[in-house]
Protein backbone atom coordinates (compact mmCIF):
# COMPACT_ATOMS: atom_id res chain seq x y z
CA UNK A 1 0.00 0.00 0.00
CA UNK A 2 1.01 3.59 -0.66
CA UNK A 3 -0.41 6.70 1.31
CA UNK A 4 -0.65 9.87 -0.08
CA UNK A 5 -1.29 13.13 1.83
CA UNK A 6 -2.15 16.54 0.22
CA UNK A 7 -1.73 19.91 1.80
CA UNK A 8 -1.30 23.23 0.91
CA UNK A 9 -4.33 24.03 -1.35
CA UNK A 10 -6.43 27.54 -0.39
CA UNK A 11 -7.80 30.41 -2.10
CA UNK A 12 -5.64 33.03 -4.12
CA UNK A 13 -6.55 35.92 -6.79
CA UNK A 14 -6.31 35.17 -10.10
CA UNK A 15 -2.49 35.59 -11.42
CA UNK A 16 -1.30 34.94 -8.17
CA UNK A 17 0.97 31.82 -6.81
CA UNK A 18 0.41 28.49 -5.11
CA UNK A 19 2.33 25.41 -3.93
CA UNK A 20 0.27 22.22 -3.39
CA UNK A 21 2.65 19.42 -1.50
CA UNK A 22 2.21 15.30 -1.78
CA UNK A 23 3.68 13.60 0.91
CA UNK A 24 4.11 9.72 -0.17
CA UNK A 25 4.90 6.51 1.70
CA UNK A 26 3.97 2.97 1.90
CA UNK A 27 5.38 0.25 0.49
CA UNK A 28 7.99 0.97 -2.50
CA UNK A 29 6.24 4.08 -3.60
CA UNK A 30 9.28 5.12 -5.11
CA UNK A 31 8.66 2.76 -7.73
CA UNK A 32 5.96 5.04 -8.55
CA UNK A 33 5.60 7.73 -10.91
CA UNK A 34 3.67 10.53 -9.15
CA UNK A 35 1.10 13.12 -10.61
CA UNK A 36 -1.03 15.50 -10.17
CA UNK A 37 -4.77 15.47 -11.22
CA UNK A 38 -7.54 18.19 -10.79
CA UNK A 39 -11.56 17.79 -10.59
CA UNK A 40 -13.82 21.02 -10.96
CA UNK A 41 -17.57 20.42 -10.17
CA UNK A 42 -19.51 18.95 -12.69
CA UNK A 43 -16.41 17.79 -14.74
CA UNK A 44 -14.27 14.87 -15.09
CA UNK A 45 -10.88 14.62 -13.73
CA UNK A 46 -7.65 15.27 -15.34
CA UNK A 47 -4.59 14.96 -15.92
CA UNK A 48 -2.01 18.05 -14.77
CA UNK A 49 1.50 16.86 -14.63
CA UNK A 50 3.86 13.79 -13.40
CA UNK A 51 6.78 13.10 -12.25
CA UNK A 52 9.28 10.23 -11.74
CA UNK A 53 11.66 9.66 -8.45
CA UNK A 54 14.40 8.86 -10.42
CA UNK A 55 16.39 11.60 -13.31
CA UNK A 56 13.53 12.54 -12.76
CA UNK A 57 11.30 13.21 -15.69
CA UNK A 58 8.59 15.28 -16.19
CA UNK A 59 5.32 15.62 -18.22
CA UNK A 60 2.67 18.23 -18.35
CA UNK A 61 -0.72 18.89 -19.90
CA UNK A 62 -0.83 21.42 -22.70
CA UNK A 63 -2.83 23.68 -20.73
CA UNK A 64 -0.15 24.38 -17.75
CA UNK A 65 2.77 24.19 -19.59
CA UNK A 66 4.59 27.24 -18.53
CA UNK A 67 2.86 28.17 -15.79
CA UNK A 68 2.86 25.01 -13.24
CA UNK A 69 5.90 23.01 -12.41
CA UNK A 70 6.17 19.67 -10.42
CA UNK A 71 8.99 18.49 -8.54
CA UNK A 72 9.83 16.12 -5.74
CA UNK A 73 12.16 16.28 -2.72
CA UNK A 74 13.55 12.61 -2.81
CA UNK A 75 14.81 12.89 0.93
CA UNK A 76 11.18 14.07 2.32
CA UNK A 77 8.84 11.65 0.17
CA UNK A 78 7.45 14.65 -1.06
CA UNK A 79 5.95 15.90 -4.65
CA UNK A 80 5.36 19.48 -4.93
CA UNK A 81 3.03 21.65 -7.37
CA UNK A 82 3.92 25.05 -7.94
CA UNK A 83 1.46 26.83 -9.29
CA UNK A 84 1.83 30.21 -10.82
CA UNK A 85 -0.24 32.95 -13.10
CA UNK A 86 -3.14 31.28 -12.02
CA UNK A 87 -6.40 31.93 -13.65
CA UNK A 88 -10.07 31.00 -12.37
CA UNK A 89 -10.32 28.25 -14.37
CA UNK A 90 -7.60 26.02 -12.40
CA UNK A 91 -9.98 26.24 -9.64
CA UNK A 92 -10.63 22.52 -8.73
CA UNK A 93 -10.12 19.69 -6.06
CA UNK A 94 -6.08 19.05 -6.60
CA UNK A 95 -5.65 15.26 -6.29
CA UNK A 96 -1.86 13.82 -6.06
CA UNK A 97 -1.85 10.25 -7.57
CA UNK A 98 0.96 7.26 -8.02
CA UNK A 99 1.07 5.19 -11.37
CA UNK A 100 3.30 2.41 -12.79
CA UNK A 101 4.26 4.91 -15.63
CA UNK A 102 3.63 8.34 -17.04
CA UNK A 103 1.91 6.95 -19.72
CA UNK A 104 -0.58 4.81 -17.45
CA UNK A 105 -1.15 7.96 -14.86
CA UNK A 106 -1.96 10.27 -18.15
CA UNK A 107 -4.75 7.56 -18.99
CA UNK A 108 -5.76 7.85 -15.60
CA UNK A 109 -4.77 4.44 -14.93
CA UNK A 110 -3.28 5.52 -10.93
CA UNK A 111 -2.69 2.56 -8.33
CA UNK A 112 -3.11 5.09 -5.68
CA UNK A 113 -4.63 8.61 -5.01
CA UNK A 114 -4.83 11.34 -2.23
CA UNK A 115 -7.49 12.77 -0.63
CA UNK A 116 -7.63 15.82 -2.61
CA UNK A 117 -6.79 19.11 -1.52
CA UNK A 118 -9.00 22.58 -2.77
CA UNK A 119 -7.71 25.01 -4.89
CA UNK A 120 -9.90 28.07 -5.80
CA UNK A 121 -8.92 31.07 -7.70
CA UNK A 122 -10.71 34.28 -7.43
CA UNK A 123 -11.24 36.81 -10.38
Known amino acids: QVQLVESGGGLVQAGGSLSVSCAAS????????MGWFRQAPGKEREFVAA????????YYADFVKGRFTISRDVAKNTVYLQMNSLKSEDTAVYYC????????????????WGQGTQVTVSS
Open 97 to 112: AAATTISTMTRRQCEY
Open 26 to 33: GRAFSSYT
Open 51 to 58: ITWSAPWT
